[in-house]
């Protein structure tokens, strides 16, 4: 073996554990989104065949009597309803196909013969049961597959109205917060990179949101907007006088997102404040002792100086801000409770896990991967890195 491929097939084995968890976790989760767009996938429906029976109890809840009181068949064939008993009392809703095929293959017959006999007392799954006593298209109850539906979900994405809401939401929540938490980051970063007392002391509070979990902040953000909350009271004490009611801040649709977004910048500078504090810390003081000499003022070194060599750190803030705007989930869970303010990841959670529409869920995942791609490179495009 040649040295060069020698080398490269070590270089390949230390990265070998790395491209597997990418591979797994990363690639392979979108194949999978991809491919689930186009079917009417419901997660729901793969524990459709593995529900746990035993068909000699079951049987004798359908017909109210017990085995042991039974001695022929027709005693009980006219008590026996079989699709009732397969989709009430087995649990299998079926579908126009696998009900044809029960009218024709299901043996009836064998069922109860084997249930006056005595040997249906056992577990099984519902899937096994059906097996057993179908003579024919058995594999219509062995396991749920997923049919292709082709651009059906896509169609119904372009009209559904919970869809253009949760868009018209999202990029609301974008070009609001974006905006104003890069430039209180930017304020924070100074700030902290500043000769003052105490400085340190700062740092840690500016950056201890970006380090509490989600479920803490919205608890926190729940009692300060709560109708009996912080809030409230404050703003009742300063004007009360002049005719202010509380405000349901997080149950009013005109004052719920809003709410959230100053939730979320507050939540989120510190974190790119770090950002732009090692850019600050990259800028040579010599720029700033001869803007000193020139006589420049502290505003004219912030703009002339300070902001064009952040322009790299500003790029990445941005680009990473609008991709966890667009994303932003948690708070929506957690504190909306109307679907007028609902965002396009929480509507695609609904319709996976709450619906079950997984095929649905992941064509609208692809329209937000393609809206966050489109964003990211209008940004890059767009905004130059160097001044």
């Given at each position: 073996m040649k040295p060069k491929t020698r080398e490269a097939l070590s270089g390949y084995m230390f990265a070998s554990p790395v491209i597997i968890i990418v591979l797994l976790f990363v690639i392979y989760p979108i194949i999978m989104i991809f491919y689930y767009s186009f079917t009417n996938f419901n997660p729901l429906e793969t524990q459709k065949f593995k529900v746990p029976l035993n068909p000699q109890e079951t049987i004798e809840l359908h017909i109210g009597m017990f085995q042991t009181d039974v001695k022929s068949v027709e005693e009980i064939e006219e008590w026996f309803d079989l699709l009732t008993f397969i989709q009430y009392d087995v649990g299998i809703n079926l579908t126009d196909e696998q009900k044809d095929a029960v009218f024709e293959y299901f043996d009836t017959e064998k069922l109860l013969e084997n249930f006056i006999e005595g040997k249906l007392n056992t577990i099984m799954t519902n899937s096994e049961f059906?097996?057993?006593?179908?003579?024919?298209?058995?594999?219509?109850?062995?396991?749920?597959?997923?049919?292709?539906?082709?651009?059906?979900?896509?169609?119904?994405?372009?009209?559904?109205?919970?869809?253009?809401?949760?868009?018209?939401?999202?990029?609301?929540?974008?070009?609001?917060?974006?905006?104003?938490?890069?430039?209180?980051?930017?304020?924070?970063?100074?700030?902290a990179n500043s000769k003052v007392?105490?400085?340190?002391?700062?740092?840690?509070?500016?950056?201890?949101?970006?380090?509490?979990?989600?479920?803490?902040?919205?608890?926190?953000?729940?009692?300060?907007?709560?109708?009996?909350?912080?809030?409230?009271?404050i703003l009742v004490t300063l004007f009360g006088n002049f005719g202010y009611q509380p405000i349901d801040w997080l149950n009013n649709p005109n004052t719920a997102l809003f709410s959230i977004m100053l939730m979320n910048v507050w939540a989120t500078a510190?974190?790119?404040?770090?950002?732009?504090?090692?850019?600050?810390?990259?800028?040579?003081?010599?720029?700033?002792?001869?803007?000193?000499?020139?006589?420049?003022?502290?505003?004219?070194?912030?703009?002339?100086?300070?902001?064009?060599l952040l322009r790299p750190q500003i790029l990445f803030v941005i680009v990473m801000g609008t991709i966890g705007c667009m994303q932003v989930f948690d708070q929506i869970y957690f504190l909306i409770e109307n679907m007028r303010n609902i965002t396009i990841s929480f509507y695609i959670y609904k319709n996976a896990f709450e619906y079950g529409n997984m095929g649905y869920a992941s064509s609208l995942a692809l329209i937000l991967f393609g809206i966050i791609m489109f964003i990211t490179f209008l940004q890059r495009r767009y905004i130059p890195e160097e001044y």
């Open positions: 059906m097996t057993t006593y179908m003579k024919e298209e058995k594999g219509l109850f062995k396991k749920y597959s997923p049919q292709i539906v082709g651009l059906e979900n896509f169609r119904r994405l372009f009209n559904d109205d919970y869809v253009r809401i949760s868009l018209f939401n999202t990029l609301l929540y974008t070009l609001i917060v974006v905006p104003i938490q890069t430039f209180l980051a930017v304020l924070l970063g100074v700030a007392k105490g400085v340190k002391f700062y740092k840690v509070v500016f950056f201890l949101p970006a380090i509490t979990s989600s479920a803490a902040i919205s608890m926190i953000f729940w009692l300060i907007y709560s109708k009996p909350g912080i809030l409230n009271r510190g974190y790119f404040m770090i950002t732009f504090l090692a850019g600050l810390q990259d800028i040579p003081n010599s720029l700033y002792e001869a803007a000193d000499i020139d006589g420049a003022t502290g505003r004219q070194k912030f703009w002339r100086i300070t902001l064009p």
